[in-house]
Every structure is written in C-alpha cells, then in structure tokens.
C-alpha cells in the first residue's frame, strides 16, 4: 500500500473528455480541497466553453478514506450537476470504503457509481432516464 | 483494558484542517503496525476522521491520544478524543442519527460508534468532551463491555 501523502491541499484538476469532466482523486482529502473541487466543478458544467457538460465522472480509486464530510460534498457535487443539467457517475469506491460507508449510514442515494471510469463513460453516452430535468422537479404540476 | 507495555501514547493537536489529515494518517499508521485488515483500518480511520471534526468543529480544538491496548491475548487500539469546548447538552440526542447543530449530516457520533467495538462519551455542559474508542484486532476475543 503506498504511504497518503498526508497534507493534500492541492487543487484538483478537472479534465474534459468531450462533453465529460473527468476528476481524479487521490490519497487523503483535506476538507477545504474537497469544497474547492465542488466550487470549481460547478462552475466548469455551468460556463463549459466547449458547449455543454452533460456528465462528470469522479474517481476515488485511489481514495483510501471517505468520511460523512468528504461524502456530503460528492452529494451536493451530484446534486448540483443535476440542477445544471449533467449526471455524475462515482468510480473505483474501494470495496473498504464501501463497506464502511454503509455502516456509518451514508449510502448515497442519487450517486449514480459505475466500478471504474471506462463503465462510468458508457453509462453517460446512454439516455438519461431522468431526462434533463432536476429529479426533484418532477410532480410540480 | 491495559495500556500495552513498551508502548507510549501518541498525542496528536487537533487545531486545523490539516490537523484532520496527520490524525488520519497516524492513525492508519497505527493500525496497519498492530497488523489490523484493510476494512478494520478503513473503519477506524473513518471514525477517528468523524470525531477529530467533531473535536475541531463542536469542541473548537483539542487533542488526540493514540494509544495500543491489551486484555488478555486480544490486542487493539484506543484513540481519545479531548476537547475542553461547550460539551455535550443532550448526549441522547447528539447521539442520533441525522441530529446536528454543525451543518454536517449529523452521521459523526452515531456513525462513529457503528465502527467501532467500544465507544464512550465523557461530556457535561461547559466542562469539555471526550470521546474514547477502541478497535480489537479481528479473529481475537472481543472483551465485552464492562468487563475491561
């Protein structure tokens, strides 16, 4: 197992795959890093200068610890991509993290999770069963 | 419950973010030396990462101690969690799950002490918190509570 470098305070860089923003994140988290990546994703799908951002694919394969902290911000990154019109897929959770993530009460619901980022962009190049609108939008009248 | 001997306590600040990170990163280290599994250590990582926030969040700093334990055969890890804020008015109620007064998702106590084997809260109003738990290597006797 490689040693977490323990103080990842680094932006995170976001990369675009056509109309997919792809983040990869890596070893331990510091809980401002996380609320950066969200402020800078959201931004990236609302003013994507090559056209729209229709999904965001996050990968934490090579995230060894998500805690209530780090998994409210992945939430509310889903949520908001919803708002704005994109699906985010979650790859790579640890089986570990899994497990965890469940005992501690945390299950994610509305987190789509392909197991790895390959599965993750098939899933974004299929209909959207939710169509474009925000879930919580639907039965308004 | 006996503090293994030959090994001393590790005290960690707990004052920032990064504060966060180290504790995290001490406690893995801690856990993978007394051999524990990947999914014993991901779980007292996640706990330990839960209630040094809460430490930093509800109790506006304070400590951690890191310390190996022994009960017989069984041997495990004991982490204390020290904070010298407000304390804990309701413990009943910050024990439950979704309760929260920080803006989180009230998961810290109630998540935390589903990951662990023993879990205690020392706490009264104005006169700080201490939350204490402890890991037992898997395939050891688990002691039950009271009895350590």
């Not at chain 1, 994140?25 to 990546?37: I, K, N, S």
């Not at chain 1, 994703?41 to 694919?57: C, E, K, M, P, W």
């Given at each position: 197992?490689?040693?977490?470098?323990?103080?990842?305070?680094?932006?995170?860089?976001?990369?675009?795959?056509?109309?997919?923003?792809?983040?990869?994140?890596?070893?331990?988290?510091?809980?401002?890093?996380?609320?950066?990546?969200?402020?800078?994703?959201?931004?990236?799908?609302?003013?994507?200068?090559?056209?729209?951002?229709?999904?965001?694919?996050?990968?934490?394969?090579?995230?060894?610890?998500?805690?209530?902290?780090?998994?409210?911000?992945?939430?509310?990154?889903?949520?908001?991509?919803?708002?704005?019109?994109?699906?985010?897929?979650?790859?790579?959770?640890?089986p570990a993290v899994a497990i965890t993530l469940v005992e501690l009460g945390l299950t994610l619901p509305g987190l789509l999770t392909a197991l790895d980022v390959e599965r993750a962009l098939e899933l974004l190049s299929g209909p959207d069963p939710a169509g474009a609108r925000a879930p919580d939008a639907e039965g308004g009248g | 419950m006996q503090t293994s001997p030959g090994t001393a306590a590790t005290i960690l600040p707990i004052g920032s973010d990064a504060d966060l990170a180290w504790a995290r990163h001490q406690v893995r280290q801690a856990a993978a030396a007394l051999g524990f599994g990947l999914v014993q250590q991901t779980k007292l990582i996640t706990a330990a990462s839960e209630l040094a926030r809460n430490t930093l969040v509800h109790g506006g700093g304070g400590h951690l101690e890191i310390t190996p334990v022994a009960h017989g055969k069984a041997r495990g890890l004991r982490l204390s969690f020290v904070d010298t804020g407000p304390g804990i008015r309701d413990l009943e109620l910050a024990m439950t799950d979704g309760y929260t007064t920080g803006g989180g998702l009230g998961l810290g106590l109630s998540g935390a002490r589903r990951l662990v084997h023993e879990f205690r809260v020392d706490t009264r109003p104005g006169g700080g918190t201490t939350v204490t738990v402890v890991m037992w290597l898997a395939g050891m006797p688990v002691p039950r509570p009271g009895t350590g």
């Open positions: 197992m490689s040693v977490p470098s323990p103080g990842y305070a680094a932006p995170v860089p976001v990369l675009a795959l056509g109309d997919v923003l792809l983040v990869t994140l890596q070893g331990d988290l510091h809980d401002d890093t996380a609320e950066r990546l969200r402020q800078d994703l959201t931004r990236r799908i609302a003013r994507h200068s090559g056209g729209r951002v229709t999904g965001v694919v996050i990968d934490i394969s090579g995230v060894e610890v998500v805690d209530s902290y780090l998994g409210r911000v992945l939430a509310e990154i889903a949520a908001s991509a919803r708002l704005l019109a994109a699906r985010t897929v979650l790859t790579g959770m640890r | -």
